[in-house]
């Protein structure tokens, strides 16, 4: 007749069974955990991969844009928010006169309606590709530059793929290429030459509410890089001096920078606090639970040591229910925190209001088994101070006391 082997883990498999109720119980409370413990470290490396997306896209010192409309254009970068504002063209060779600018570029803002590659509107960039030091550095990685005409690049987020058509106000435009995800506005951003983008605000200024305040040769915004050594806040108010009294505004991108971080900061300081105040709170519950469970089963134990089972037998039965538990309770939790993250990765987007881009399928793998492996542990370290007290307790005499 065939034995079946009882050793410390079949043991502990088999307790867990016999007492299901208080097993799900814990592998619950463990999931809880590590769900929590998840999706609050998938947002803070989304906010972080934002402001390094947003860091390596701002190529530029200082943006120049209409008086009143900074907020619009960072609306526009950050969040993709469609809007329309002009200056006059002559701005540029005024602003690439002054002192310490070494370099400055246009670009042209074009609101969309809805278009056939979206059921929302976009933001659509005239690019000025001969002068550009900023969008084009990155953008030549995805596709050959500089665009010809009837030609655009779409962001990650709008629907169509290279060499597909995709039509603004009744024009069609051949894809050139998709950018990858940057967790910004340019997810939702088209971008074409500035006088592909020209062409298009005088076709259909009517359309789009812009018929009194555009004119041909008109740009929405100019990007300056100031010279090596040169101030940037000395710059910035020399453009303030020359624009004195005309609608003109220079943001510092520094400032813009600064003020998204900042946001963000915030936002991770709040996840960090929950995610040590809920570590803390259910640590001390399992903590407790386990003290009390091994405090019950002192007779079971007991039991154990007169058939001749010794200490270090009892030790391990508890420690392999306890990882089982675990473990079980961390993959649970983990896998449900990662469907979770992916599924509304876009409302978090939405709801922070900042850039957000979401950790590459290599990160989200480390992150998972990471938590895992802390959601699997924290159950033995939780129940260390309860199993040393019941190993130096003779258990074998606890049955004269019942």
């Not at 200056?87 to 006169?97: A, F, P, S, V, Y």
């Not at 020209?198 to 740009?219: P, Q, R, T, Y």
């Not at 039991?303 to 089982?324: H, P, Q, T, W, Y």
Request: aromatic residues 10%.
């Amino acid at each position: 007749m065939k034995r079946t082997s009882l050793d410390s883990r079949r043991i502990a498999l088999l307790n867990m069974r016999s007492k299901s109720k208080r097993s799900v119980s814990l592998v619950i409370l463990v999931a809880f955990l590590t769900f929590v413990l998840f999706v609050s470290n998938f947002l803070i490396v989304s906010l972080d991969r934002g402001i390094d997306s947003l860091s390596d896209r701002l190529g530029a010192d200082i943006i120049v844009v209409p008086n009143g409309y900074d907020a619009e254009v960072q609306g526009s970068i950050l969040r993709g928010e469609p809007s329309n504002f002009f200056m006059n063209e002559d701005n540029l060779g005024r602003i690439r006169m002054l002192d310490g600018v070494k370099r400055a570029t246009p670009q042209l803002f074009v609101a969309t309606l809805s278009a056939s590659c979206c059921s929302f509107p976009v933001q659509i960039v005239g690019i000025d590709f001969e002068s550009d030091f900023v969008v084009a550095p990155w953008l030549k990685n995805e596709v050959k530059l500089p665009l010809g005409p009837g030609e655009v690049l779409v962001g990650h987020s709008i629907t169509g793929n290279k060499d597909e058509l995709v039509k603004f106000f009744n024009h069609e435009y051949m894809v050139k290429g998709k950018l990858s995800k940057t967790g910004m506005g340019f997810d939702n951003t088209v971008f074409m030459d500035i006088k592909e983008a020209e062409k298009l605000a005088e076709a259909n200024a009517d359309v789009i509410g812009i018929k009194d305040n555009f004119n041909s040769g008109m740009i929405s915004s100019v990007l300056v890089g100031v010279e090596d050594g040169a101030e940037v806040n000395d710059v910035q108010n020399a453009i303030r001096r020359e624009f004195k009294g005309e609608d003109v505004f220079p943001i510092l991108s520094l400032s813009m920078m600064n003020e998204v971080g900042s946001y963000a900061n915030n936002i991770k300081r709040y996840l960090y606090f929950l995610i040590i105040v809920l570590w803390l709170m259910i640590f001390l519950t399992i903590a407790l639970m386990y003290s009390i469970i091994i405090k019950e089963r002192k007779v079971e134990f007991a039991s154990f040591r007169v058939i001749g089972c010794k200490k270090k037998d009892i030790l391990k039965i508890m420690i392999n229910e306890i990882l089982a538990i675990n473990f079980s309770g961390a993959v649970i939790g983990s896998t449900i925190g990662l469907v979770f993250s992916v599924l509304f990765g876009n409302w978090f987007k939405t709801s922070f209001n900042t850039p957000f881009l979401a950790p590459r399928a290599g990160e989200l793998t480390v992150l998972f088994v990471t938590i895992i492996f802390f959601g699997t542990i924290v159950g033995p370290i939780a129940s260390a101070i309860s199993l040393r007290k019941i190993n130096k307790e003779e258990l074998g005499l606890l049955i004269n006391d019942k």
